[in-house]
């Protein structure tokens, strides 16, 4: 089972500040737990909204939307992806993730399940998705 650790947007991390080094510290021990547990499938911050870009889909329009954007509460500001056997074994390392603002400060994640390929039922476009995965090739 994959899950995403997701760390929301703060008004630092929108306004571009990077964290400090004990926060660095704090992520660093932090993923390296999680790669010695053999768990770790990704992790990466992401730029705050004004370097991003929204599309916007209306009927058969596609409108492209500069950032930054307000809604920043909505907004993540990265991620970690783990492979765990259980809901609770991802909870178990989701409460230990340190506080994306810095201890003492509010801050909020969130954690998700990935929805796999096995979760819905067999068809040419989950099999189309399957080739995919394995490398190969994907016919129209």
């Known amino acids: 089972m994959r899950y995403m650790i997701i760390v929301k947007a703060t008004p630092e991390s929108e306004a571009g500040c990077m964290p400090g080094e004990d926060l660095l510290n704090a992520m660093a021990d932090y993923h390296g737990e999680l790669a010695r547990a053999g768990v770790l499938l990704d992790a990466s911050g992401l730029h705050p909204s004004s370097h991003g870009m929204r599309i916007r889909y209306r009927g058969g329009e596609r409108t492209v939307i500069d950032g930054p954007f307000t809604e920043s509460k909505e907004m993540i500001a990265g991620f970690t992806m783990i492979g765990v056997r259980s809901r609770e074994e ?11 603002r810095g201890e003492g400060l509010d801050a909020e994640i969130e954690v998700r399940q990935i929805i796999e390929l096995d979760d819905f039922p067999e068809t040419p476009a989950i099999e189309r998705f399957r080739e995919l995965e394995a490398g190969g090739p994907v016919q129209h």
């Open 90 to 100: 991802a909870l178990e390392w989701a409460r230990r993730f340190p506080n994306p």
